[in-house]
Nanobody, 127 residues
């Protein structure tokens, strides 16, 4: 059974920073593509960032490029999302997701591709 648990959400003023973490239980974390998604009230879930299991490939939504950074620590079964220069429009529930793959450099931006999801953590950015 694979479980994902996010932490690090909270309330921050515009321009501030937050660091989200996602810890994955179970074996073979190093063979999972990891992604972050978010969903604001009344809106559809949207892709934020993804990282291949080799960590050699990362990809970001245009809306967060240059402000957010995804990284992973395979020995600790953890993926993080460093969020800087936060804006009120970044307010959402952020969820991490995992997909097992044999392709070391692949990443996925479609949430339908992912097999496992965390419960989400709230990020609120005040203006």
């Amino acid at each position: 059974q694979v479980q994902l648990v996010e932490s690090g959400g909270g309330l921050v003023q515009a321009g501030g920073s937050l660091r989200l973490s996602c810890t994955v239980s179970g074996r073979s974390f190093s063979s999972y593509v990891m992604g972050w998604f978010r969903q604001a009230p009344g809106k559809e879930r949207e892709f934020v960032a993804a990282i291949s299991w080799s960590a050699g490939s990362t990809y970001y939504a245009d809306s967060v490029k240059g402000r957010f950074a995804i990284s992973r620590y395979n020995a600790g079964n953890t993926v993080t999302l460093q969020m800087n220069s936060l804006k009120p429009e970044d307010t959402a529930v952020y969820s991490c997701a995992a997909k097992r793959t044999i392709y070391r450099s692949y990443y996925y931006t479609d949430g339908e591709e992912y097999d496992y999801w965390g419960q989400g953590t709230q990020v609120t950015v005040s203006s």
